[in-house]
């Protein structure tokens, strides 16, 4: 599969830097580096999307400092990679609220969405402010006004129609890759997800590399998707009615 969809929870910023004895910060500031390294190996292995989870709406609740440093990081990230993104063919698109991320971080990030709205080597999305509850509620919402004007019917709602409000019609994810050994979903692309596969790592997010990246896709290609289907091999199952000569 060369055209997948990648969703990565980075998660173990914090444990890092406690196991380097270091501020939290540090922790997130080591993250940058995977996220170099994980862009710029992504679209060689067969990745086309690549959703990546950097700050979730409930992340609000941490320290002031912290979420200060974040969006600084946010910032220098979109500042200093713009120009080697668009030379690798990346194209930036920030999903999530907007309406609160600090003003200075956001013009960076909407820069670096006008410099690379042309490229297709690879879609990366990073979930900023994000939650995936919210954008259901959001993407309802949205219908909901279509039906109050009159330009949508109740009963032309369907999963697909809800598909394109949510996410613009961007595939659903096949594989779902946490960091630091959480075996959870942090309301991270819900609906997206509905036939993901999901690979927890115990590796910290800072410590990822491409290396744990092609581990995880060998992973995934091992497995078997169903979609409620049979496997491809199954032998034609034995006929519903039995033989009337048989009973
Ligand atoms: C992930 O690392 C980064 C964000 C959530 C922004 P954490 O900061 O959650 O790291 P741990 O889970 O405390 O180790
Ligand atoms: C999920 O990690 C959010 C991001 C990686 C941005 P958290 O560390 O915030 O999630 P919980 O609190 O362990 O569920
Ligand atoms: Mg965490």
Redesign the pocket.
């Known amino acids: 599969m060369s055209n997948m969809h990648v969703g990565i929870?980075?998660?173990g910023n914090g444990r890092w830097a406690r196991t380097q004895r270091k501020p939290r910060w540090r922790g997130h500031l080591a993250g940058v580096e995977s996220v170099r390294d994980i862009v710029r190996a992504a679209p060689d292995l067969g990745i086309a999307t690549l959703t990546l989870?950097?700050?979730?709406s409930?992340?609000w609740k941490r320290p002031q400092a912290e979420v200060g440093r974040l969006f600084w990081l946010l910032r220098e990230y979109c500042a200093r990679e713009r120009a080697e993104l668009l030379e690798n063919g990346v194209r930036v698109t920030g999903i999530g609220r907007r309406d609160r991320i600090p003003r200075s971080a956001l013009n960076e990030l909407e820069r670096t969405e006008c410099a690379t709205s042309g490229n297709d080597r690879l879609n990366l999305r990073l979930?900023i402010d994000y939650s995936s509850q919210w954008e259901i509620a959001r993407a309802s919402r949205d219908l909901a006004h279509r039906v109050e004007q009159g330009t949508l019917a109740a009963e032309e709602i369907s999963t697909d129609l809800l598909t394109k409000a949510l996410s613009g019609g961007v595939p659903p994810v096949d594989l779902l890759v946490r960091t630091a050994g959480?075996q959870?979903i942090?309301d991270?692309m819900l609906w997206e997800m509905a036939y993901a596969e999901l690979y927890f790592t115990t590796v910290l997010w800072p410590d990822f590399r491409r290396a744990d990246l092609t581990r995880a896709l060998a992973d995934f290609r091992r497995r078997e998707r169903r979609f409620g289907g049979l496997p491809a091999h199954a032998a034609p199952p034995p006929a519903l009615v039995p033989d009337a000569r048989a009973v």
């Open positions: 929870i980075m998660d989870y950097a700050f979730s409930d992340n979930a959480e959870r942090s991270f």
